[in-house]
């Protein structure tokens, strides 16, 4: 197998900020596995909370690009070789994984959703709302809900949360999921939690620091919302180590290392009697496909990250309103836009 890797550059439509910091544009890397004619294409999203770089995940891939063996049908002892050597470097990983998903898929000529036996993916997205100004946030959510989106995710976690959901309150009654991306203390959480439950949140995501994961189960109890786990849940061990503390995990192709990964997780926190959730990074629609294709096994998608963006480099993901669904194309089911 002969793996090529190149970075491309996204720029989201409007500044992307979390209670952590913003970006106006990202590099991602997508990956090119070539064997025997055939192409799959994958696309890594490196995380500095995971200790990645766009070049750890170079590095990474180089190295990878060595231990892949050739056959790409051996899809378990492939993936099972990276995680045994990357464990650190999941997001290429994923990339990787991704990619082979697709060479079978497309070497096949079936989408990968029906090669892992899978309902077609068709789901209703959340639309997240950024950390931004008043003016900005009116902006996007009339946008948003001109669009058809059905639910929303507001990133909240900073001084002006308060004013923010009000706002948006004035015009939408739908589905909203809360994110503060670690923005709270144990000892604060319960009180801001408190407060926010005039706005009726579906369900809050990640409220402390992600080594303070023992404290989430404190909030659930509040009755406020679903408590989420985002960034204390990166591996499938995380979802086993997270049953009892929160009601739901939020697992993220990108995150954990591919569909594989991603695929253990879900089984696992669905054994345990966990909700669960697929999220994302802004990224262009190759890192959301795989994501997409997992769609049919959880209880809700927040795959908006190529929706964020002013101009995606691929295409295949279609929308109708807040619905994205993947067509019959085969692989990933997404290719370079023309
Ligand atoms: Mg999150």
New binding site residues.
Partial sequence: MKLTHIRQRLRPRYRFATSQGGVDELDTIVVRIEHDGTVGYGEVVPSALYGQSLETSEAALDAMAAELGDDPFALESVLARLVDRHDDQRAAMAGVDSALHDWVGRRLDVPVWRLLGLDRPRTRTTFTIGVAGMDEVRVKVAEALAAGYEALKVKVGVEHDHETLTLIRESFDGPLVL?A?QAWSPSEAADRIRALAQYQPAMI??PLHAADWRELAKLRELGVAPIFA??SCERPADVVRLHGYVDGV?IKFTKCGGIREALRMITLARGLGMQTML?CFVSSSLAIAPALTLASLVDLA?LDGHLLLAHDPFEGIERRGGVITLSDRPGLGVVPAV
């Fill in positions: 994110d991306n995501e990640q985002d960034e939020n999220g927040d």
